[in-house]
């Protein structure tokens, strides 16, 4: 057997170049001693094809290269191949598909969706190179029984953050049930940041340290009549508890406010429902009438006030 018979039995050789049956005589275009270099024989082979299509390697790479988002399946109809031939000549050209699922991969991305809040964004996936939020949703079009795992792992981070069964505290240091924290507005749990006991402490601490004997200020803005402005430090109660040392609210209002709500305490003790909500209906919304009635009286507080500073 001479180099150029073993060369052609090469089931490298194209399908079309292959001897089908073993006794007929294949007219080759190469007698020994015609080609001086051995290199040369593929070129007068032709080029390699692949595929029922015959492709070139060159024109496999072109399409593909040009065409990044067509997948295997689509390919192999094409070309008249299996979508695992497709993958294959894929992998033998280098050109593996953005596509490609990878277990590696896929776990790297679901521990990164584990570390975050249960959404998945562009940021989710910065750390793992060459993969995307596009990538991942791609594999799981393409494998849906991967979803469930996904939905879990999410559910298991967003429940992490917003329904936590725990929590740290950072004043004691302690993880503690998540009933040790009292329930707060804010917050992506809506539990405060440190533990009752630790509240209870701190709250205790800024109460006892603070002292205020005589007001600091000579106005101050009642709480709940800001519309009034600022009025005269002796319009409030004194409060040693109080920056300001004085009370939040004036004493007009603080007067109203009571009157106005004995008024309500008796009418909820009526226990005939009628005679009640009659009664809670002509009453009508009373804390607003302990307002009206608090502006009423420091106006006129306030023209006394202002006579008196003019004398
Ligand atoms: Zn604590």
Not at 62 to 86: D, F, H, L, M, Q
Request: proline share 5%; net charge positive; aromatic share 10%.
């Amino acid at each position: 057997m001479n180099k150029y018979e073993d060369r052609i039995n090469d089931t490298e050789l194209p399908e079309f170049r292959r001897p089908n049956d073993e006794n007929k005589v294949i007219p080759t275009p190469y007698i020994l001693g015609d080609i001086e270099d051995l290199n040369e024989l593929p070129a007068l082979l032709g080029p390699k094809t692949y595929t029922k299509a015959k492709l070139t390697r060159e024109e496999i790479v072109e399409k593909i290269t040009s065409n990044p988002k067509k997948t295997n399946v689509a390919w192999g109809k094409e070309w008249n191949c299996s979508r695992e031939r497709v993958r294959q000549l894929r992998e033998q050209f280098g050109l593996n598909s953005v596509r490609e699922f990878n277990l590696e991969i896929f776990n790297l991305a679901l521990e990164a969706i584990a570390k975050g809040s249960g959404m998945i964004n562009a940021n989710t996936f910065k750390n793992i190179p060459n993969f995307s939020v596009i990538k991942f949703n791609t594999w799981l079009e393409e494998k849906p029984y991967l979803k469930q795992q996904v939905e879990l792992v999410r559910k298991e981070a967003y429940d992490k953050i917003y329904n936590p069964t725990s929590k740290l505290c950072p004043f004691c240091d302690k993880t503690l049930p998540i009933d040790n924290f009292y329930v707060s507005k804010s917050g992506r749990d809506r539990r405060m940041n440190k533990c009752n006991d630790c509240n209870i402490r701190i709250v205790k601490h800024y109460y006892d340290k603070r002292y205020v004997p005589n007001p600091t200020v000579t106005e101050k803005v009642c709480t709940s009549l800001k519309d009034l402005g600022p009025l005269p430090a002796s319009f409030f109660h004194k409060s040693t508890k109080a920056t300001s040392g004085l009370q939040y609210n004036s004493i007009r209002y603080q007067e109203t406010y009571a009157k106005w709500k004995s008024k309500y305490k008796k009418i909820m003790k009526i226990e005939d429902d009628n005679t009640r909500n009659n009664e809670l209906s002509f009453l009508g919304n009373w804390k607003e009438k302990a307002k009206n009635e608090a502006r009423e009286l420091i106006r006129k507080d306030l023209e006394e006030y202002n006579m008196l500073n003019l004398e």
